[in-house]
């Protein structure tokens, strides 16, 4: 049996890279296609080769490659996948899109229907300046285009998988359809628990608008009392700096065992993003270490809420200087109900066995579903271990 897997495109390596490493580890003879691919950590794709599509060859496409979003549907349904039994999919954007026939199994992991397409058009077209004038109504129309492509183009799937119950929604009412939910995987192995904690907060993320970092350094501007770590870089870094005050350090990017110390030495990680999952939610709690995260989104399922037995965080409900402060001064009075351990062990829910052994489980389903007779040529091409586990 042939197998495809594909991805929007390989440019970094994020949380939907990690997603495409498991789907390879459990389909190790798959091809991979992908809009471009200049990825430098071979490693995410098993140093298997990757085949691309014409964007691949556009000028200025390594760098610009996002600009080309309105050729995007035209090419990812230039693969010519007539030749494979079974699609897989690992899209954020426009891989799911891809061209099947009806002897064809497509199971596609969903990280988000189009976002900027979907709910949040409007706070997308606010942050790029384009809420006025000829500019902003050629990017409505395209916008309107690619919704329009995409809801059909969820006809081709036969399985769809979310990373969280917040996307189910979300592919709900963008698609109407149902779809299983199946955490992103979290390298929970990599990070240690941290049982000496010191006298700091600490937030990590890319410096891009959702994310709100400034938010939280104005937040903790407000409490000169409580310290702030802040960590990573972006396009708003001069906006952070400028409402630093002398109790919040901001330490730009660091490598990966300087962001691990920290949040092994944090009395909590602090998120104020609308996150479709936050794996570095997950990370923080792998350390040991509790979260205070914004209460819409992944972290309502990822982060035990106070109150709850095994308690791992609380959730403040605005996002807003002040309602963050007062989760803050929530957490310094009740800090004692939450553990290491508690954190730790919801932590390894989100493990990679875990993803690969309930990914199996769907794909097999959805093959079986499509055609009993070919379950058993499914579990062939799998490693044994895998098999086994599912």
Not at 46 to 58: M, R
Not at 211 to 218: F, L, P, Q, T
Not at 323 to 344: M, P
Request: glycine letters at 6%.
């Amino acid at each position: 049996m042939k197998v495809a897997i594909v991805h929007d495109w390989l440019v970094v390596s994020g949380g939907a890279e990690k997603v495409l490493e498991q789907m390879i580890a459990c389909f190790p003879q798959a091809d991979i296609f992908s809009l471009v691919d200049f990825l430098e950590d071979r490693s995410i794709v098993h140093n298997k080769p990757v085949k691309t599509s014409f964007i691949q060859g556009l000028p200025y496409a390594k760098k610009k490659y996002r600009g080309y979003l309105p050729l995007m549907p035209l090419a990812i349904e230039q693969f010519d996948l007539s030749g494979y039994d079974l699609v897989l999919s690992s899209s954020h954007a426009v891989a799911k899109g891809v061209l099947v026939g009806p002897d064809q199994t497509h199971v596609s992991y969903v990280h988000s229907p189009i976002r900027y397409a979907w709910d949040l058009q409007h706070q997308y077209l606010r942050e790029a300046r384009l809420e006025h004038g000829p500019r902003s109504w050629a990017a409505r129309m395209l916008l309107h285009y690619l919704r329009n492509w995409d809801a059909r183009s969820a006809n081709g799937v036969d399985r769809m998988i979310a990373n969280s119950q917040f996307v189910a929604r979300r592919i709900m009412k963008s698609y109407r359809r149902e779809s299983a939910v199946i955490a992103p995987p979290v390298d929970v192995h990599a990070f240690e628990v941290g049982d000496k904690k010191g006298d700091f907060y600490l937030t990590a993320s890319r410096m891009v608008p959702y994310k709100r970092i400034d938010m939280i350094v104005e937040a903790f501007a407000s409490m000169p009392d409580r310290k702030l770590v802040v960590i990573g870089d972006g396009p708003q870094m001069d906006l952070v700096r400028s409402k630093a005050t002398s109790n919040v350090s901001i330490l730009g990017y660091q490598p990966f065992e300087v962001l691990k110390d920290h949040m092994q030495r944090a009395k909590a990680f602090v998120y104020a993003a609308e996150e479709d999952f936050g794996i570095a939610i997950v990370e923080a709690q792998a350390c040991g270490t509790p979260v205070i995260a914004y209460g819409k989104g992944g972290a309502l399922e990822s982060v035990v809420p106070l109150g709850s037995p095994g308690a791992t965080g609380l959730h403040f409900m605005t996002q807003t200087p002040v309602s963050l402060c007062e989760a803050v001064e929530r957490f310094e009075d009740c800090s004692h109900a939450f553990t290491t351990a508690a954190c730790r062990r919801n932590a390894e829910r989100f493990g990679a066995a875990d993803f690969r052994r309930r990914f199996i489980v769907e794909v097999l389903n959805a093959m079986a579903k499509a055609e009993p007779s070919r379950d058993s040529e499914v579990t062939s091409v799998m490693p044994s271990a895998y098999v086994k586990a599912a």
